[in-house]
T-cell receptor, first 115, second 115 residues
Framework: AQSVSQHNHHVILSEAASLELGCNYS??????LFWYVQYPGQHLQLLLK??????LVKGIKGFEAEFIKSKFSFNLRKPSVQWSDTAEYFC?????????????FGSGTRLSIRP | GAVVSQHPSWVICKSGTSVKIECRSL??????MFWYRQFPKQSLMLMAT?????????EQGVEKDKFLINHASLTLSTLTVTSAHPEDSSFYIC???????????FGEGSRLTVL
């Protein structure tokens, strides 16, 4: 069965520190990859997505992620975090592409930024 | 981005009653909608996949008779929690995917509390 692993459950950083959140998936075929963010009290929002092409994907708010197929990874990065980045981050995978394909979520990483 | 709206955003009910939660795609036609359950400080657990005009596909361990899902139109899916019990208290989230996009758009979530 497909699965998504986020190894960091809670990350605490100071403002201006660099961020990297790990995401690994298990599926041998074509995948579409996503990072979603959930700010406190708000609903999930898409940060960025990868379908094909350049494996380095840039998203909103200065986030980027790199798809490394050989490592089955899609790590999220940001060079300099801000206090407003405090949120829960979810990596997600859709095996293949079809409007009916279900999306599998990782367990999430809670990011806390110290002002 | 596209908008998905859930109603009600929160509901409190007595044990044994049934509760209906609506999920609407406001500005696009959603051929597929997904229902998730999110426990505190945990990831989203996919409950079922709902395709317009057909029966929902439930994930293993999710009771079909307990969580009734109807996808009557391209813009509306409903989740009915039948004979609710305190253990059904949770945050229920829907998401919708349009015909030509792999991106999911999420509703705001509905918090159900069963007394």
């Amino acid at each position: 069965a497909q699965s998504v692993s986020q190894h960091n459950h809670h990350v605490i950083l100071s403002e201006a520190a660099s961020l990297e959140l790990g995401c690994n998936y298990s599926y041998g075929g074509t995948v579409n990859l996503f990072w979603y963010v959930q700010y406190p009290g708000q609903h999930l929002q898409l940060l960025l997505k990868y379908f094909s092409g350049d494996p380095l994907v840039k998203g909103i708010k200065g986030f980027e992620a790199e798809f490394i197929k050989s490592k089955f990874s899609f790590n999220l990065r940001k060079p300099s975090v801000q206090w407003s980045d405090t949120a829960e981050y979810f990596c997600a995978v859709t095996p293949g592409y079809s409007s009916a394909s279900k999306i599998i979520f990782g367990s999430g990483t809670r990011l806390s930024i110290r002002p | 981005g596209a908008v998905v709206s859930q109603h009600p955003s929160w509901v409190i009910c007595k044990s044994g009653t049934s509760v209906k939660i609506e999920c609407r795609s406001l500005d696009f036609q959603a051929t597929t909608m997904f229902w998730y359950r999110q426990f505190p400080k945990q990831s989203l657990m996919l409950m079922a996949t709902s395709n317009e005009g057909s029966k929902a596909t439930y994930e293993q361990g999710v009771e079909k008779d307990k969580f009734l899902i109807n996808h009557a139109s391209l813009t509306l899916s409903t989740l009915t929690v039948t004979s609710a019990h305190p253990e059904d208290s949770s945050f229920y989230i829907c998401s919708a995917r349009g015909r030509n996009t792999g991106e999911l758009f999420f509703g705001e979530g509905s918090r159900l509390t069963v007394l």
